[in-house]
């Protein structure tokens, strides 16, 4: 299998003696081409360390990252790198304030791409997240949403293989949040670009191929998503009234409201759908 990115043993340690944090402890994590996946996990847990490592935005104490093959360590012009294969969007989208949308756009084509092309591919983009007509507003002109979405098409500027998104929808309120989602997606389904998504929003995670879920250091689990239904299912499954359905009495699915007939078609639905759907387990 040809990976795209592939982490072997990725550490990445802070200081030392006692004062030394594992920020990063070990990590082995292949990504496929085309993939869409949330990152979760505990604050500190080392979710912007693995991103900061693997844009190759910071460098690894020990172990390696593997960019279509390709170890980082050895890719002597990082920037060009960053450039041409990595888009990154921030929990603050970082835009430039005295810049418009479209100027904040063309900044990763600088160097790349002569003015026209560039004034041409910005506008097509901020035509694709949904902001052609904010063609002369400046960030602060912008709501927080449309601001994430300038982000993103800045970060797909030279169509990179893979987007980083540290909480991309983290300082938004749960409509803006869900629409850069489905923005989101849709570029992945479209265009193809692979995402790696931090996010501490489980119905964020839902909606994404696979979660992986990190804890000091590590990746502690991780869980293939294969509808958001199964996924509600699951969820359900575990809260209170799922767990009182699988394993109370019909007779007693009465004191809950539910027929027999509904809890015994619930059942069947909760027990098809809402185990655990990870290979292995
Ligand atoms: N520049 C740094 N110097 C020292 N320690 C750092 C540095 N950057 C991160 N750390 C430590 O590394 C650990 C992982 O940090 P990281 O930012 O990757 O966590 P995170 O999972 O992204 O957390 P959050 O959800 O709060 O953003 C934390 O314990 C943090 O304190
Ligand atoms: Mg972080």
Do not use: C
Request: aromatic share 2%; hydrophobic share 40%.
């Amino acid at each position: 299998m040809d990976w795209l990115i592939e982490t072997r043993d990725l550490t990445r340690i802070y200081g030392d003696g006692d004062q030394a944090i594992h920020a990063l402890d070990g990590v082995n994590l292949q990504v496929r081409k085309g993939e869409l996946i949330a990152v979760m996990g505990p604050s500190g847990s080392g979710k912007s360390t693995l991103l900061n490592m693997i844009g190759a935005l910071d460098v690894p104490t020990r172990g390696q990252v593997l960019f279509e093959g390709q170890d980082l360590a050895k890719i002597r012009n990082k920037d060009e790198f960053r450039a041409l294969k990595v888009g990154f969007v921030f929990q603050l989208h970082n835009l430039i304030p005295t810049l418009t949308a479209p100027e904040n756009v063309e900044v990763p084509m600088m160097g790349h791409l002569s003015a026209g092309k560039r004034r041409k591919r910005s506008r097509e983009l901020l035509e694709m997240v949904g902001l052609g007509d904010r063609m002369r507003h400046l960030p602060n002109q912008l709501s927080g949403g449309q601001r994430q979405r300038v982000a993103v098409a800045r970060a797909l500027a030279n169509n990179p293989a893979l987007v980083l998104a540290d909480e991309p929808t983290g300082n938004l309120d749960s409509v803006a949040g869900q629409d850069l989602m489905d923005l989101l997606h849709k570029l992945n389904r479209e265009q193809g670009n692979t995402f790696l998504v931090v996010t501490h929003d489980p119905i964020v995670a839902r909606q994404t191929d696979r979660v992986i879920v990190m804890a000091d250091g590590r990746i502690e689990r991780e869980d293939l998503i294969h509808s958001p239904l199964e996924e509600d299912l699951k969820m359900w499954r575990h809260s209170g009234l799922g767990k009182r359905l699988l394993e109370s009495d019909p007779q007693d699915l009465q004191s809950l409201g539910v027929t027999a007939e509904q809890g015994a078609a619930l059942r069947e639905l909760l027990d098809s759908n809402g185990k655990s759907t990870l290979p292995g387990q």
